[in-house]
């Protein structure tokens, strides 16, 4: 049975572990805190791959960026990552194949082969987080774009510049559906900037009117962006994954969704591949189409 060594590099984290054809996790998963520089990123991917690179055919990477279309490095970084990122070689860290996907494409293909979305054609997932992620499955196919960067999560909620986004642009979807937006729609309802995520949803529990308040204008903002999203690509269904998911009342946006759209009704599914999606999802990408 083939097997890769599989990473998830993010902005605040580098999980690493073996994973085989079927999508199952054979080995401990180490877990390394992002480091600052580039030189201590590529030592912990080299350290790694020396030590396991015998025992698998294939690396896969999952990582934070636009990975282009050969699957061989990234097109645009994001700024949660040292700079020169974006030129890594990663083909030159080890003898074998090396295959890199973004980590939000990664994790709806594993939702698409053994999560949530399994059985359907078409699916579009969004990473809920501290910013927003996306992955597009087309016909049973991950929807790349031209150049690699299809499914990033940044079109416009609004005209009018009411918040800045982090990637500099001005009202994208995900500063209305990340944990950062849950965060400032509490602070602008409630004129309190240390008001925190934690706080609304602690109110949510407690039942406090004004927490639920908010809560529900940071869903309805969510499902505006899935409505635009549903009648673009006709999905089967929206899966969301993500810390934020959790939050999410499913039935609620669904229903929203749902009474809004032209196309047929879509199904919104909470994901179920579980913390680690975004390196099953690349591992059994690289052993499909890298070896």
Not at 56 to 69: E, L, P, Q, S, Y
Not at 220 to 245: E, R
């Amino acid at each position: 049975m083939k097997k890769a060594l599989a990473f998830d590099i993010g902005g605040t984290k580098i999980y690493s572990t073996i994973i085989n054809e079927n999508g199952e996790i054979l080995a401990e998963i180490d877990k390394f805190a992002t480091p600052k520089s580039l030189d201590e990123i590529l030592d912990i991917l080299s350290n790694q791959i020396k030590k396991h690179e015998n025992e698998t055919d294939i690396i896969a990477i999952a990582t934070a960026g636009a990975v282009n279309n050969e699957n061989t490095g990234i097109v645009s970084s994001t700024g949660n990552m040292p700079q020169g990122y974006n030129k890594i070689d990663f083909q030159s860290l080890s003898k074998k194949r090396v295959f890199v996907e973004n980590d939000a494409n990664s994790a709806a293909w594993a939702e698409y082969k053994i999560g949530a979305s399994r059985g359907t054609s078409v699916s579009v997932l969004l990473t809920l987080g501290t910013g927003v992620g996306g992955g597009i499955i087309i016909n049973n196919n991950l929807l790349k774009g031209k150049s690699g960067a299809a499914g990033e999560m940044h079109f416009k909620m609004y005209p009018d510049k009411r918040r800045k986004c982090t990637c500099g642009g001005w009202d994208c979807f995900e500063i209305y559906a990340s944990g950062k937006a849950l965060k400032i729609d509490a602070e602008e309802m409630l004129n309190d900037k240390n008001v925190t995520t934690y706080d609304v949803v602690e109110g949510v529990k407690n039942g406090e009117s004004k927490m639920i308040e908010i809560l529900n204008r940071w869903q309805n903002d969510i499902a505006t962006g899935i409505k635009g999203l549903a009648d673009i690509f006709d999905p089967d269904c929206v899966v969301l994954s993500g810390s934020m998911a959790q939050f999410v009342d499913i039935k609620k946006v669904e229903e929203e969704v749902n009474s809004d759209i032209v196309t047929p009704p879509t199904s919104i599914r909470l994901a179920t591949a579980g913390n680690y999606a975004g390196m099953i999802g690349v591992a059994l990408l690289a052993i499909e189409r890298g070896l």
